[in-house]
């Protein structure tokens, strides 16, 4: 058997293992039951999303708005290969 080790958050790792307690199985099961999910449907098992805060903090928004100026202004314009242009 193969053994995998990584780092997590300190308080990440004991919500997790309660977590796991409460459903009955140790964190072993859950990240294996995860794996399995993994590998039969090639995708990861739950969504995941950005934070709806995150995407409309200022920064986010400032950085957002610079683009939109450097696209109507004709600066930084990629065009994409797989993207056809007329």
Known sequence: MAQ???RVDDELKIKAEKVCEDMGMNMTTALN??????TNERRIPFDVTADPD????EEHIEMLERRIADIKAGRNVHEH?????D
């Open 4 to 6: 995998i080790n990584f």
């Open 33 to 38: 039951i995860f794996l399995v999910k993994l």
């Open 54 to 57: 995150s995407f409309y903090s």
């Open 81 to 85: 290969e797989l993207i056809e242009v």
